[in-house]
C-alpha cells in the first residue's frame, strides 16, 4: 500500500482516493438527485464501515493490543465478503427502487475517478492517462462496453481477487441481467480471464543485494544480516513516535511468536530518527516484542535500503530483497509473502 507521509503521519493514498472519488460522485450527480444516486452513497459508505470494523471481529487480539491499527488495517478479503453480502442484502430488499442505469452510470464514474485519483497522487503516469481516459468515456460511450474496459484493466493491474473486482462484477452482472445481454457477460468474462493470463507476464523487479552491515541490539549483542541462515530475514524499520509504527508492532509480535520455516524476523529502530533509548525500552517493554531490535544509531541501515517513510518492512530471500511495503504491515500479509 501507497502511503503520503506528512510530518509524523503516514497517510493511505488509497483513502484518499476514496473520498475524493465520492465527493466526484456527489458533485458530477447532483442534478439527478435521484433515489438511486442517495443509495449508491448508502452502498459505499455501508461496504467501507462492514469491511474497517470486520477487522476487529478477525482480528481482535491486534486490535485490543493497539486500538489505532484499525485505522491501518481491515478484515481483508474476509471483510470483503461480509461487506459484499451487506451490499447484496440491501440491494435484495430495494430493489424496486432501484434505476439500474443511473446505478451503474454513477459506479462508472466513482471507479474511473478513484482510480484517475491513485494514480496521479503515486505518480504512475501512464496509468492515469488511461484512466483519464476511461473517466472521459464514461461520458460518451456505451455503458457495458466501459464496464467491459474497466473490468479488463482491473484485472489486469491487480489480478483477479483485486478488492475492486467484487463489487463491479455485482454491478456488472445485474446490469447485464436486466437487459438480458448474455453474449456481452460471455465475452466479459474471456476478457477477465485473458487479463488474468497477462498478468503472469508482469516483469520483475530488478533484485539488488545490500552489503552487510553491522548493528547493536538492544541486549547488547552484534547482528549482521549477511550472517543468518534463514531463507527469509524480514526487516522492519520503525520510531517509536510513528503512529502506524504503533499500529502495525502487535501484528508482527504474533508473525513473531509463530514464525514460518527459515524465517527471521527483526526490528531495525531509527534510533537517529527517535526520541532515544528510554522511549525505545517503553516501547519494547509495551508490546512485549521478543524478536531482536537493531539500533541504527548513525541511520546508515536505513540509508542503504533507502527509507524514507516509516515504518517500513523489506522483506530478503537469500539476502536479496524481494518485497518490500512502506507502511503498516500485517502479519496475515507476511505469511502470505513467505507462503508464496
Known amino acids: 500500500m501507497d502511503y503520503l507521509t506528512i510530518s509524523r503521519w503516514s497517510i493511505p493514498v488509497l483513502w484518499l482516493a476514496f473520498f475524493g472519488a465520492v465527493f466526484y460522485i456527489d458533485l458530477v450527480m447532483k ?6 444516486v442517495k443509495m449508491m452513497d448508502r452502498f459505499v459508505w455501508q461496504y467501507l464501515l462492514v469491511w474497517k470494523v470486520s477487522y476487529i471481529v478477525f482480528s481482535l487480539e491486534q486490535f485490543l493490543a493497539a486500538p489505532s491499527s484499525i485505522l491501518y488495517f481491515d478484515g481483508g478479503l474476509r471483510g470483503h465478503v461480509l461487506a459484499l453480502i451487506s451490499i447484496v442484502y440491501v440491494i435484495w430488499i430495494k430493489r424496486h427502487d432501484l434505476q439500474m442505469d443511473v446505478l451503474v452510470k454513477a459506479w462508472l464514474h466513482f471507479v474511473s475517478a478513484y482510480h484517475v485519483l491513485y494514480f496521479a497522487l503515486t505518480g504512475h503516469w501512464i496509468l492515469l492517462i488511461i484512466w483519464v481516459s476511461i473517466l472521459m468515456a464514461s461520458w460518451k460511450f456505451n455503458t457495458q462496453w466501459v464496464l467491459i474496459v474497466q473490468w479488463l484493466l482491473i484485472s489486469w493491474i491487480s489480478g483477479w481477487f483485486s478488492y475492486f473486482i467484487y463489487g463491479f462484477l455485482l454491478i456488472f452482472i445485474l446490469d447485464l441481467l436486466r437487459e438480458k445481454k448474455a453474449q456481452l457477460l460471455a465475452l466479459a468474462v474471456v476478457a477477465g480471464l485473458i487479463s488474468i493470463t497477462l498478468s503472469d507476464f508482469e516483469i520483475k523487479k530488478q533484485e539488488t543485494a545490500r552489503k552487510a552491515i553491522e548493528l547493536q541490539t538492544t541486549t547488547g549483542e552484534l ?50 530518527r ?3 533509548e ?56 507476511l505469511r502470505k509473502v513467505v507462503e508464496n
Open 31 to 36: 442534478k439527478q438527485n435521484e433515489p438511486t
Open 223 to 272: 547482528y549482521r544480516i549477511s550472517d543468518q541462515d534463514e531463507s527469509y530475514v524480514i526487516v522492519n524499520f520503525f520510531a517509536t513516535w510513528c503512529l502506524p509504527c504503533n499500529a502495525e508492532m502487535p501484528h508482527l509480535q504474533s508473525f513473531a511468536t509463530k514464525l514460518p520455516e527459515n524465517t527471521q524476523l527483526i526490528g531495525v529502530n531509527l534510533t537517529k
Open 274 to 276: 527517535d526520541h532515544g
Open 278 to 333: 528510554e522511549a525505545l525500552l517503553k516501547f519494547v517493554e509495551k508490546f512485549s516484542i521478543t524478536f531482536p531490535i537493531l539500533l541504527d544509531v548513525d541511520d546508515v541501515f536505513g540509508k542503504s535500503y533507502g527509507v524514507i517513510s516509516i515504518p517500513t518492512t523489506v522483506v530478503l530471500k537469500d539476502g536479496v530483497e524481494v518485497q518490500r511495503f512502506v507502511g503498516p504491515v500485517s502479519e496475515q500479509q
